[in-house]
């Protein structure tokens, strides 16, 4: 291999890339290599009446070690990541079989029992009050939850209609109204989800399978029953 090396000529790191006796490649190895290969030669064709000089030496040294350096930090940033993704999905699949509480408006009822609901409130409460109504948007029942403090609530619904009947089976909806005072507060209603199962999503998250409830990530799970 020729390579041309002025006297006293500073190493441009871009040439390392494109000029090497072992190889091609642009990894930090490859690069230290085509580096120590050029300096060696740098240093056999200087003027020894004008060496080069040691801060320029330790600058180009500087350079090939930072670059090994961010590699190295990349490829370990990977191991971590996929640890996580491993620990994400192990941790999930004991969540198998549970409910959990998501973000929603859904109450089931069925053979007389109602799943539950809940509200996520950012600021403490002095009232609150559910709404559920049927598909037909008509309300069947008002619920008073009273004072509640910031967080998450999960309540349970009797599946009692106003004279006292039961529910028919189906699908309800429910609202949350929170307030402070004469503030109105935001209240995120929650609904009720059975984990059935476990699984990948593309970008390597652990994904619920929550039936019809859809799916979730473990950071859209509000509490675990």
């Known amino acids: ?3 041309a090396v002025g006297v006293n000529e500073r190493l441009d790191p871009s040439v390392l890339s494109s000029s090497s006796s072992t190889g091609t490649g642009n990894s930090a190895e490859d690069l230290q290599n085509q580096f120590l290969t050029m300096l060696v030669t740098q240093l056999q064709n200087q003027d020894p009446t004008n060496p080069m000089d040691n801060s320029q030496l330790t600058t180009q040294l500087a350079q090939i070690n930072t670059l090994s350096g961010i590699e190295k930090l990349n490829t370990t940033l990977g191991s971590i990541s996929g640890q996580i993704s491993t620990s994400q999905s ?4 004991t969540l198998i079989g549970h409910g959990v509480m998501i973000d929603g408006s859904q ?3 069925g053979s007389g029992t109602t799943t ?5 409130l950012t600021t403490a409460s002095t009232a609150t009050t559910a709404t559920i109504k049927d598909s037909g948007g008509n309300v069947i029942s008002t619920v008073d939850l009273g004072a509640l403090s910031a967080g998450v609530h999960t309540f349970s619904w009797d599946g009692k209609l106003p004279d006292g009947s039961v529910a028919p089976d189906g699908k309800y909806s429910v609202s949350i109204a929170a307030s402070n005072g004469s503030t109105q507060l ?3 209603p929650l609904n009720y989800a059975l ?4 699984s ?3 970008d390597g998250n652990a994904k619920l399978d929550l039936g019809t409830m859809g799916s979730a990530t ?3 799970i509000r509490q675990i029953l």
């Open 200 to 202: 990948s999503s593309a």
């Open 1 to 3: 291999m020729g390579i």
């Open 90 to 93: 192990l941790q999930s699949s």
């Open 218 to 220: 473990l950071d859209e």
């Open 186 to 188: 935001v209240a995120q």
């Open 195 to 198: 984990v059935n199962g476990v």
């Open 107 to 109: 109450v089931l009822v």
């Open 116 to 120: 539950p609901f809940g509200v996520s």
